[in-house]
């Protein structure tokens, strides 16, 4: 389970820190942030610990028909949200999963992982490092943001596991490659 209270947080305080997100998106939108991530038009993104949906539905939009976006989340209401989000923005390509690990994906499946907002939170972080990577496609990226931790201590805590290498530092998030043998 990679987050230490949200799979057992009551569904009264997951909503109302799902309200704080709406008026923190209204105020600071995602956009700028998915801008960074390196997402394509008929891209496969997986976002690792959804939430409720913040990042779902511009991803959603940006990948288009042809793209599609996994929502994982430990939390059913968060799961149930970014349905509800995605259903009410008209869209048919997303999916949720239930997991606070283990995706079910096919290896090398994803081009692009988002791991926003939720590292610091992370009971595994080894382990959920090692499912994304082996998601990732070998030319995939691991986009992270995380306003919780510095900069620095989220680089060495990620490439301490040598399963990926920081590619670039953008203004608000770490790009990262996977790193597979002979590489």
């Not at 600071?28 to 939430?51: H, K, N, Q, W």
């Not at 943001?145 to 998030?173: K, N, P, Q, V």
Request: glycine letters at 8%.
């Amino acid at each position: 389970m990679p987050h230490r209270t949200r799979g057992k947080e009551p569904n009264w305080s997951y909503r109302l820190m799902a309200l704080s997100y709406r008026f923190r998106d209204a105020r600071s939108p995602r956009e700028p942030i998915l801008a960074e991530a390196g997402i394509c038009e008929g891209d496969t993104v997986l976002d690792f610990g959804c939430g409720p949906g913040s990042y779902v539905v511009p991803t959603a939009r940006i990948v288009g028909p042809g793209g599609h976006v996994y929502a994982l989340d430990i939390h059913p209401l968060a799961l149930r949200m970014t349905e509800d989000r995605a259903r009410k923005a008209g869209l048919t390509n997303v999916s949720t999963i239930h997991s606070g690990l283990a995706t079910g994906l096919k290896a090398e499946s994803v081009d692009v992982a988002l791991l926003y907002d939720v590292f610091h939170g992370l009971e595994r972080p080894d382990a959920v490092l090692l499912e994304l990577h082996r998601v990732l496609k070998p030319t995939g990226l691991l986009s992270v943001h995380d306003h919780h931790l510095d900069w620095s201590m989220l680089t060495e805590a990620i490439e301490s596991t040598a399963l990926f290498r920081l590619i670039e530092r953008g203004a608000l998030t770490l790009r990262f490659t996977p790193q597979r043998a002979g590489t």
